[in-house]
C-alpha cells in the first residue's frame, strides 16, 4: 500500500469515528461542475480556503476551550458568507451528524443543538463536524484533512482520483497551518 492510500485509510478512520453515518452520495458543500479536478481546485480557492478552512481551525480551537458562544457566533457568521447552494447542503449535511451520538458528557453539541432550535445557529457541517473532532480529541491537520476527505467522497468517485486530489490540497491546509500557528492556537494539537 502506497503512503498515500494508507493516509487515505486513516483518515477515513476518523471520518467513521465523528461521522459513523457518513453517506458519501450527499453533498456538503462542492458541487462538481466541469471536469473534477478543475472543479476541485475552483472549490479549494473559493469557498474551502478562504471560508471553511479558517472556520474549521476557530471551531476546533473554541471546541478545545469549550467556548460555544464562539461556535455559534462562528456558524452563524459561515451562514452569512456562503453562497445559497453550498449553504443549503451545508447545512443539511450538519443537520444530519448532529443526529449521530455524541460522546457521553458533551455540552458543547447540546448548546448547539439548543442555538439551532432557537434560530441562533444554523449547524454548519463544518462547525458540526468540527465539535464532533473536538469532542473526540482529533488533532488540526488530521481533523482538516479528513473534511477533505468527505467532500472529495462526493465528486471523486475513484480512490486514485481522491487520492490525487487529497495530495494536491494538503500544501494549502499545511501552508494555513504554518501561518496560523504563531501562537494564535496554542492549546491545539496540531499533528497527530
Request: glycine share 6%; charged share 20%; net charge negative.
Amino acid at each position: 500500500m502506497s503512503p498515500a492510500l494508507f493516509a487515505m485509510s486513516e483518515l477515513s478512520k476518523i471520518v467513521q469515528r465523528c461521522n459513523p453515518d457518513f453517506d458519501s452520495a450527499r453533498a456538503i458543500s462542492w458541487q462538481v461542475e466541469g471536469p473534477v479536478a478543475e472543479s476541485w481546485q475552483q472549490w479549494l480557492k473559493t469557498l474551502f480556503e478562504p471560508l471553511l478552512l479558517p472556520h474549521l481551525l476557530r471551531v476546533l480551537d473554541f471546541s478545545a476551550r469549550q467556548s460555544a458562544r464562539e461556535i455559534i457566533l462562528l456558524d452563524a457568521a459561515l451562514n452569512r458568507n456562503m453562497e445559497p447552494w453550498p449553504r443549503q447542503h451545508s447545512i443539511d449535511a450538519g443537520r444530519l451528524l448532529l443526529q449521530q451520538s455524541a460522546p457521553r458528557g458533551e455540552r458543547l453539541m447540546v448548546r448547539l443543538q439548543e442555538a439551532i432550535q432557537t434560530g441562533t445557529a444554523f449547524g454548519h457541517f463544518a462547525t458540526v463536524y468540527g465539535v464532533r473532532c473536538g469532542a473526540f480529541s482529533i488533532p488540526v491537520r488530521t481533523a482538516l484533512l479528513g473534511y477533505l476527505v468527505q467532500e472529495l467522497s462526493v465528486g471523486a468517485l475513484d480512490e486514485t482520483d481522491q487520492v490525487k486530489l487529497l495530495e494536491a490540497s494538503v500544501g494549502s491546509v499545511n501552508d494555513f497551518l504554518r501561518i496560523s500557528s504563531n501562537g494564535s492556537s496554542e492549546g491545539l494539537r496540531f499533528h497527530g
